[in-house]
């Protein structure tokens, strides 16, 4: 047996119509228009002429053959069909030139399939355009049955190699594929509609496991696979080529895998592989003409033989196929421009699939794949995206994505978290949990624009009011580091005092003036001393506490001296005068023997000279950060303007409200009339949307009066069940119209379904209500 | 911080080759074996099937939308040996254009920078390039450079219609409506090369030599008009290279290989700052790359579908 392993080619001298192999394979029948040549293939890799039937030009149009075919069972017997009609037997056996057995010329018009019964080799099967078939009996050499195909030219017979009395049949209309039974000649088994256009070859499949199947190819492009049974025959697969089909053939030990050929444009001999229907598993491109005949090596599925219209005879070897998988990008990939990355990627692995199109496996199929990139370079958290496959059909794989089926809005509003002390959770942390909120939700700009919130204040707006005492960093000029905040107070206040020779130091005026030089990011105040307020004194400034707070309890954490700008003096000179007696400077006086001791006289022109000193002092690191944040605040200002303006009311509004939350006195400057404006907005989206919970969380964390008054405006109007007026005061429980008819049933409760006297609770909406006591019991419960 | 927000089921019956959103990320189309193309509008990480297009016949390998200042339009390739323009007119996508002389499978489309107008360039597995340009009133003019490649093309790519260098030396007068009009092709003789038009003929200006197995893709780097010209290509070779070109150095192109895989790399693909350089590998990876300051490239995110990103 010739084992071959590359691709063999030889050229017969003229167009071939059709080939056919004998039973081990090893020899190739071509016939052609003047044509009839028999192949050998060695095991050399070639293919060497070893007989030719055709001699001379006698024969006439006998001897033009449409089709080829060798008996499977008997080495020497060749029947070929004629387009005339003819049907010509030969036997290779016979001695001498004349190896012609028979000549069979029943069939009027061209005779385009023959099919010699697998077991039986003297049976032949003839399909013609005269619309019928013929069964012959080559030794009787008479035809011994016809069979009517009522439906028009016969285009291919042919007995399936298992079932021992059964042949296929498919014509030229197309739309009928037949199955016989040939005992019968009457009628059909049973005949089904095939394809659009003419069925020009249909093929046994010649594995037995796979005997019902018949794979059928024709003008509209398709090639079909059929399971036939006894009762009904149904359409398996299907493989969608790019031009009309002539020849399919299944290939020997591949359930999945046939080889086709094409009747115009396309020469190349494709093998298909039925679980990957859209692009050929192989081809062969050797032909340069119509490839008119394929025939699949029976005992090595490796090797396909192939005829052409050039006149070559092709032996393929499967290893030599072009393979166009091998060629697929089956990824795809693209970078959007919103930070997206798209990826489009099978399920299932690559490498292990593509090595083995013939393997087992379920067909997976692709998904496509979206990442969105974002840039936390804090924590680098990854949000948790759930995400389910489902592969559930061989067709198709079923993703389910996590989805929202609120909208953006809604569930932004139910996720983001807006007070912090309550959830008991730092600046950052709230920050990033709504950054991840609008990441799944796709809103990267606002994601980052949370976390661009939680790098900027992180250190300035806390948990807790008490660690302000953080906020600025002490003067590294204090001469023990280790005292606490209040000594190094004194200590600055006394050297001060030392070299400005001036213990009048108490009093200053804050102004306007000097709340916009510090951005107002602390709203530093510094005291008058008209009270001779000890503590204030002793203060160059302190953070005021935010609204909301009391001073008293915390106030000696916050006494911190902050440096600040030149006006503080201008201001200082004014208010000298104002301070008619001399005090000390200490807040403490015993703790300032020095201060107190010594009285002299003011000078308010050396005061330059300190705050030189001052500035020289302390860190210029200090004075960078007071000016930072005056950028940021205005960079924040603008940003919430901007996603106002772009129509985002949600994202301004949980900002200020989130800040504002913490015991903070970070404060935007924004026009109170334009805040109010966004919260109101926001607020009515938030009951449109019925998110009440939320609605009342934004008014009570507003730091805006107007806004803050929502919740405290709570007139309370009792009102008759019955009839919605106005209830008396004199008898709030009653309405006036009680002896009315209608007013005789009494206001029930919902729930104890007992007459309610006092007050009535119910909802605004749903006006669901009851006693009181049953709707607080009720609220617990449903909670 | 990277995460997968969205996959989308396609309803493709058979393999997904491409994907691409359009300019402004609210389109998806993507094209498979099954000879479709599909156009999905995608928001709010749900996605709806606006259209499905037919008209291949054979499985459709890539495709590229046009600058919408084109209006919508789509250009795609396919195994049947076809490029396919398409556009959509009042909500209908319809075939524009049809291409058809490629002698082959076409592996790749690619359409120019807008500023060069409409251009197309296509390559194919016959070792052609063509370079499709509009002319009014749907006319198509074809420029077909022949072996490009040997053994087939893979991968178009062409370059920013920027000037190189022009945002720091801006162009003189004369110069002003110069741009650039080249394209980088990658193809399975292992070579990239850079294409670029002189008297309406395409010249080979470049030859890349460095891959040892087909090269897969490539991608030319958008740029600002930084001098520096940036051309990324993967392998069979399981390489990504990384070709650097300094217009005033001389115009000789360095590579320097950015990783070695495990598995082969599949694509490139550029972000539209042309910093980050996504790289889809073996087993559905997507790593994500950044050039660092001293010119080494780190890994920023690895992503494999269906599991979490992890950063480094």
């Known amino acids: 047996m010739a084992l071959a392993k590359y691709t063999t080619s030889v050229n017969v001298g003229s167009a071939i119509n059709a080939l056919s192999l004998c039973q081990n394979s090893n020899k190739i029948v071509v016939a052609g228009r003047a044509l009839l040549k028999i192949y050998e293939a060695e095991p050399q890799n070639q293919l060497k002429e070893i007989a030719n039937l055709h001699m001379g030009r006698k024969q006439g149009l006998n001897m033009s053959s449409s089709d080829v075919v060798w008996s499977s069972k008997d080495e020497n017997l060749i029947a070929t069909a004629a387009t005339n009609g003819a049907i010509v037997v030969w036997d290779l056996n016979a001695v001498g030139r004349n190896k012609q057995l028979a000549v069979l010329s029943d069939h009027r018009r061209t005779v385009t399939k023959i099919s010699i019964h697998p077991k039986e080799s003297t049976r032949l099967l003839s399909g013609s355009q005269d619309c019928t078939m013929r069964m012959f009996d080559l030794r009787k050499k008479e035809s011994t049955g016809m069979f009517q195909s009522k439906a028009d030219g016969v285009r291919s017979v042919e007995f399936s190699p298992f079932h021992y009395f059964m042949f296929a049949a498919s014509f030229d209309n197309g739309s009928v594929q037949q199955i016989w039974d040939y005992r019968q000649s009457k009628t059909y088994l049973s005949q089904f509609l095939a394809h659009k256009g003419s069925v020009y070859t249909l093929n046994w499949h010649p594995d037995e496991d796979e005997r019902n199947k018949i794979a059928t190819g024709g003008r509209d492009n398709i090639v079909k696979v059929w399971e036939t049974g006894t009762s009904h025959n149904k359409q398996i697969s299907n493989i969608p080529t790019s031009t009309s089909v002539s020849a399919v053939r299944w290939r020997p030990s591949h359930k999945d895998q046939l080889a086709t050929v094409s009747m115009m444009l396309d020469f190349s001999v494709n093998v298909w592989d039925l679980r990957r229907r859209f692009v050929p598993y192989a081809y062969f491109e050797e032909h340069n003409d119509v490839t008119t005949g394929i025939a699949w090596k029976q005992n090595d599925p490796e090797v396909l033989f192939s005829c052409s219209k050039d006149g070559t005879l092709v032996m393929h070897a499967m290893q030599d196929a072009i393979q166009p998988w091998k060629k697929i990008k089956t990824r795809g990939l693209d970078v959007g421009s919103r930070g997206l990355v798209l990826f489009a990627g099978e399920d299932s692995n690559i490498p292990a699939r593509a090595q083995s199109p013939t393997g087992s496996g379920q067909n997976k199929l692709p998904g496509l794949f979206g990442w969105g990139v974002g840039n936390n370079n804090s924590t680098l958290k990854t949000h948790d995206s759930t995400q389910e496959i489902n592969q559930t059909s061989q067709t198709m794989d079923e993703i389910i994505s996590e989805t929202f089926v609120d909208d953006g809005f809604v569930y932004a509003a139910k996720h983001y978290l807006l007070n912090g002390p309550e959830n008991d959770m730092s600046f950052r942390k709230l920050c990033e949990h709504n950054s991840n909120v609008a990441a799944k939700l796709g809103e990267f700009s606002v994601s980052r624009v949370w976390l661009i919130l939680a790098e900027f204040y992180n250190s300035v707006v806390l948990l807790k009011q008490k660690m302000t005492s953080n906020f600025f960093p002490v003067p590294k000029t204090c001469s023990d580091a280790t005292l606490d905040g209040t000594k190094r107070t004194e200590n600055e206040t006394k050297r001060n005092s030392d070299e400005v020779s001036s213990p009048h130091v108490q009093s200053v005026d804050p102004d306007s003036e000097f709340q916009s030089d510090e951005g107002r990011l602390e709203q530093l105040h510094l005291f008058r001393d008209e009270d001779l307020d000890n503590e204030a004194i002793a203060l160059f400034g302190h953070i005021d506490a935010p609204s909301g707070m009391t001073n008293d309890s915390e106030a000696p954490k916050q006494k911190i001296i902050t440096p600040h700008g030149g006006r503080w003096y201008e201001t200082q000179t004014s208010t000298q005068d104002s301070s008619s007696p001399p005090t000390p400077t200490s807040m403490d006086q015993n703790s300032d023997p020095l201060a107190t001791g010594k009285k002299l006289s003011v000078k308010p022109s050396v005061w330059p000279l300190p705050l030189d000193d001052i500035r020289n002092q302390t860190t210029v690191e200090e004075l960078r950060f007071v000016h930072f944040y005056h950028h940021v605040n205005v960079t924040i200002f603008t940003l919430t303007r901007y996603l106002a303006e772009s129509g985002d009311v949600q994202t301004p509004v949980s900002i200020l409200v989130a800040i504002s939350s913490y015991p903070t006195n970070v404060t935007l400057e924004i026009p109170e009339a334009e805040a109010e404006h966004w919260f109101n907005s926001y607020l009515d989206l938030l009951f449109k949307h019925e998110l009440f919970v939320q609605h009342a969380e934004v008014i009570k964390l507003s730091r805006l009066p107007s806004i803050r008054m929502l919740s405290s405006s709570s007139t309370i109007h009792t009102s008759c069940k019955v009839c919605q007026r106005r209830m008396p005061n004199s008898c709030s429980w009653s309405c006036d119209h009680r002896s009315k008819p209608d007013h005789k049933s009494p206001v029930l409760c919902f729930l104890c379904k007992k007459v309610v006297k006092t007050l009535y609770l119910y909802c605004q909406t749903c006006s669901f209500g009851g006693h009181l006591q049953c709707m607080q019991s009720w609220t617990k419960l449903s909670k | ?312």
């Open chain 2, 1 to 312: 911080m990277v995460s997968v927000i969205n996959t989308v089921d396609t309803l493709h019956e058979d393999m997904i080759h491409d994907a691409q959103m359009d300019y402004y990320g609210l389109q998806l189309a993507t094209c498979s074996s099954d000879r479709t193309i599909r156009i999905f509008e995608v928001k709010n990480g749900t996605q709806r099937l606006l259209s499905t297009l037919q008209g291949h016949d054979g499985p459709v390998w890539q495709i590229a939308w046009a600058h919408p200042k084109y209006d919508k339009m789509l250009a795609s390739c396919s195994y049947d040996r076809k490029v396919i323009i398409w556009k959509e007119q009042e909500g209908q996508w319809n075939k524009l254009h049809e291409y058809n002389d490629h002698d082959s499978s076409v592996n790749s489309v690619c359409w120019a920078p807008h500023e060069l107008g409409l251009m197309l360039a296509c390559g194919s597995s016959d070792g052609s390039v063509s370079v499709l340009k509009h002319h009014g009133d749907n006319q198509w003019d074809a420029t077909k450079i022949n072996n490009a490649h040997t053994g087939g093309c893979n991968a178009v790519s062409w370059a920013p219609a920027v000037v190189p260098g022009s945002l720091i030396e801006p162009p003189s007068q004369n110069q002003q409506n110069n741009f650039v009009k080249k394209f980088v092709s990658a193809g399975c003789d292992n070579l990239v090369k850079v294409w670029c038009e002189k008297d309406g003929r395409w010249e080979e200006e470049q030859k890349l030599q460095a891959h040892t197995d087909w090269v897969r893709d490539c991608a030319w780097a958008p740029s600002v008009g930084l001098p520096q010209s940036k051309i990324a290509s993967c392998s069979q070779d399981r390489r990504v290279i990384i070709w650097t070109c300094d217009e005033s150095t001389g115009g000789q192109w360095n590579s320097k290989t950015l990783n070695e895989f495990d598995d082969v790399v599949w694509h490139v693909s550029w972000s539209l700052t042309g910093d980050i350089l996504a790289v889809s590998g073996g087993n559905n990876k997507v790593s994500l790359w950044k050039e660092k300051l001293d010119g080494d490239w780190s890994i920023v995110s690895d992503i494999k579908k269906g599991q979490q990103g992890s950063t480094e």
